[in-house]
């Protein structure tokens, strides 16, 4: 699927929760690859804040995000809400140090940006795709995520604060096009006895029964009611069920889709859209972020092995040992591959099993044995060999030779034990022979060497 932005830029003005200052969002387009960036206004030189989980420095009953001296808080509801509604871009420009509350949900968010109107762009989006499970748990207080392979973004939240008012919740989104009817209106909740304590160190300066859920595991009596509404500048204060104001939920399990809401907001920062079953117990903003900074440790490693062909031992090769020396002219010692796994117009996969009963290692570090890079290369030009032969109907009438070595470089090293998968990929057409080709070299999941190598097949001449 392609990337998305808005159409046209949008506004918001409200107070934030924690700071209760007031301030005006404006949410721009933005191009490609942008992500979504914090812009503040009000600060000299005006920074920018990328939305990155590496750039959390608070995850106090909200998401803060810092770069240098700039700081921007309560994010997760705004994120959630772009994330909900399909967009990939954008630049947010705010003049105040947190994001305005509004309704203690993602529901107004959603609504103008969707009258913004989504724009699709012209580069594929990146995904991190859940390959294998991936798991955060928090020993002390037992929240736990947990990432699973699936197809699609799902995520399912599982809520359980011994309250006899909210009791055990459950919410699921199987697909993010529900978003904005099923969870963007789940506001934020708190329990009076949190309330009570925040207020008292002049905390929630923006909190007001208008934005949140306020719930009551106990009875109040008068007095207390009395004193919570004059610290909330309320009149009086009602309870029903358990409920301040007598607030109607949006859901039955408004609080646990509420929590399902941070767990999408804190997850955009990952950077990347999420293709796996993402299951939250008892999830909060320390243990989604912990969790985050996992998804993105994974997405950097995927991005670093972008490309990386998959070796199945059990697997028949295209063409085994035997097969390749009726190609190549090279011989025991230096015949340095085994297998071809994958062989196509455009590149090549060649394998090599490095063992301890290789004539080098005698003389090449005999106490520590170590693979030599350059016969790294030679492997590599032999593979790469197996792909330009491919292209002429004679191959074992003619020879490769190397023409140039570029950016050769090695990066771990290679010994007895380790399998060799080299990948040769077509950088340019083959043209009266000249063969140019981008080189790497892998063990398990790393990258262990590359180079760019320009070759030539010449027909070979009666002797």
């Known amino acids: 699927m392609r990337q998305q932005t808005i159409k046209k830029s949008i506004s918001f003005k409200g107070v934030g929760l924690h700071t209760g200052a007031e301030a005006t969002i404006q949410i721009h387009p933005a191009d490609c690859n942008f992500g979504f960036k914090f812009k503040r206004t009000d600060l000299e030189g005006t920074p920018l804040i990328p939305a990155d989980v590496n750039k959390v420095v608070s995850t106090n009953r909200s998401t803060t995000l810092q770069n240098g001296e700039a700081s921007v808080s309560t994010v997760e509801h ?18 105040g140090p947190e994001v305005p509350i509004l309704d203690g949900s993602a529901k107004l968010f959603v ?25 955060f748990k928090d020993e002390a207080t037992g929240s736990e995520l947990l990432a699973l392979p699936a197809n699609d973004f799902q995520v399912y939240t599982l809520i359980d604060f011994n309250s006899s008012v909210l009791g055990h919740q459950y919410a699921s989104l199987d697909h993010i096009e529900d978003y904005p009817k099923e969870i963007a209106a789940c506001r934020t909740f708190v329990f009076v006895h949190e309330l009570e304590h925040l207020l008292d160190q002049n905390l929630i300066k923006g909190g007001d029964l208008d934005n949140a859920i306020v719930i009551a595991n106990d009875d109040m009596d008068e007095e207390r009611c009395a004193n919570l509404a004059s610290k909330l500048g ?15 939920l949006a859901f039955e399990n408004e609080p646990a889709r509420h929590k399902l809401l941070d767990v999408v907001g804190d997850l955009t920062l990952v950077g990347a859209r999420i293709k796996g079953k993402i299951i939250a117990t008892k999830p909060g903003h320390t243990v989604n972020i912990e969790f985050a900074k996992l998804l993105k440790k994974q997405l950097q490693t995927d991005k670093k092995l972008k490309g990386k062909p998959t070796y199945d031992p059990n697997k028949e090769p295209l063409l085994n040992t035997v097969q390749i020396a009726s190609m190549l002219p090279h011989r025991y010692p230096f015949l340095l591959v085994d297998k071809i796994i994958e062989l196509t117009e455009s590149h090549v996969v060649g394998i090599k099993n490095v063992t301890f009963n290789e004539n080098f290692f005698q003389g090449h570090f005999p106490n520590n044995p170590v693979f030599p890079g350059v016969l790294q290369i030679e492997a590599m030009a032999q593979t790469g060999g197996i792909l330009a032969l491919s292209t002429v109907p004679d191959p074992e009438n003619w020879d490769t030779y190397f023409l140039k070595i570029d950016n050769a470089k090695f990066k771990y090293k290679v010994t007895p034990g380790d399998t060799l998968i080299f990948k040769l990929e077509l950088k340019a057409p083959i043209r009266r022979g000249i063969v140019q080709m981008f080189a790497t070299a892998y063990v398990g999941n790393r990258l262990v060497s590359e180079a760019d190598l320009t070759a030539q097949i010449v027909r070979r001449t009666a002797i």
């Not at 705004?78 to 003049?95: K, W």
């Open 78 to 95: 705004l994120l959630s809400a772009l994330t909900g509604c399909g967009v990939d871009n954008a630049l947010i420009e705010i003049d």
């Open 111 to 135: 609504q103008e940006i969707l009258s913004a109107e989504i724009e699709e762009q012209a580069q594929d989006r990146t995904y991190l795709e859940i390959q294998k499970p991936i798991a």
């Open 234 to 248: 309320k009149k009086q204060i009602k309870v029903e069920k358990g409920i301040l104001n007598t607030v109607n």
